[in-house]
């Protein structure tokens, strides 16, 4: 079964807006940590943010910040203030105890 | 900090020649090593990873393994590859705690099978 689940396969933004992009997970687990990831065209795979699943609090890095509603198995990431050197893949995950799985993952293009 | 290496950055090889991949990862001892392979657009699955020397835990069956020969070396081999092992490998570290610690990635390694 898919652990994890992203449904938009690509958006478009415009270059200052905000973007929203949603992440479903499915555990038993109650200890799990969600992860946030970007690939750019290059290929590296740059992590963005995390969120522990004991953490009563959204988690923000910078402009990057997640959205977490436990209750729904959610972990949406909200880019606030798009640039052009935003466009890329963008990978959510889940990881427990060792294993980290990945989502199918979202092209944001952002527009100028 | 830490780093993690991986090469080659690119490699063209024919079907049913053998496959090294290797992986090193500085200023980290003890770390959780990953071997991860992503079709062209698509996500990233898993296919080995080791908690320690000697541990390796397979999370695919196929035609590849994986060693660990040493504390910070992860290598990723083949016997005879198949145009279905094509795609980009990432090797990748995290520290020793479970879930709430960060996977660290490589540059990866396009790998062509002809």
């Known amino acids: 079964a898919q652990k994890i689940t992203q449904t938009q396969p690509g958006m478009f933004v415009q270059e200052k807006e905000a973007v929203t992009l949603d992440c479903t997970y499915d555990?038993?687990?109650?200890?799990?940590?969600l992860f946030w990831y970007k690939q750019p065209s290059s290929g590296e795979m740059i992590f963005l943010i995390y969120?522990?699943?004991?953490?009563?609090q959204n988690a923000t890095e910078g402009r990057y910040s997640l959205n977490f509603q436990k209750a729904r198995k959610s972990a949406n990431l909200v880019i606030s203030a798009s640039q052009l050197g935003d466009s890329a893949m963008y990978f959510c995950?889940?990881?427990?105890?060792?294993?980290?799985?990945f989502g199918a993952g979202t092209t944001v293009t952002v527009r100028a | 900090s830490q780093t993690i290496h991986q090469w080659p950055a690119t490699l063209v090889q024919p079907v049913g020649s053998p496959l090294s991949l290797e992986c090193t990862v500085e200023?980290?001892?003890?770390?959780?090593l990953y071997w991860y392979r992503q079709a062209a657009g698509r996500g990233l699955q898993l296919l080995f990873y080791?908690?320690?020397?000697?541990?390796i835990s397979s999370e695919v069956p196929q035609n590849l393994s994986a060693s660990r020969p040493q504390d910070r070396q992860f290598i990723l081999s083949s016997k005879k590859l198949l145009l279905s092992d094509s795609g980009f490998y990432l090797c990748?570290?995290?520290?020793?705690?479970?879930?709430?610690?960060?996977?660290?990635f490589g540059n990866g390694t396009r790998l062509t099978v002809t």
């Open positions: 080791s908690v320690g020397i000697g541990q």
């Open positions: 990748a570290w995290s520290g020793q705690s479970s879930y709430n610690s960060p996977l660290h």
């Open positions: 555990t038993s687990d109650p200890s799990y940590g």
């Open positions: 200023g980290t001892s003890n770390p959780n």
């Open positions: 995950a889940m990881r427990e105890e060792h294993k980290l799985s």
């Open positions: 969120q522990g699943s004991y953490d009563q």
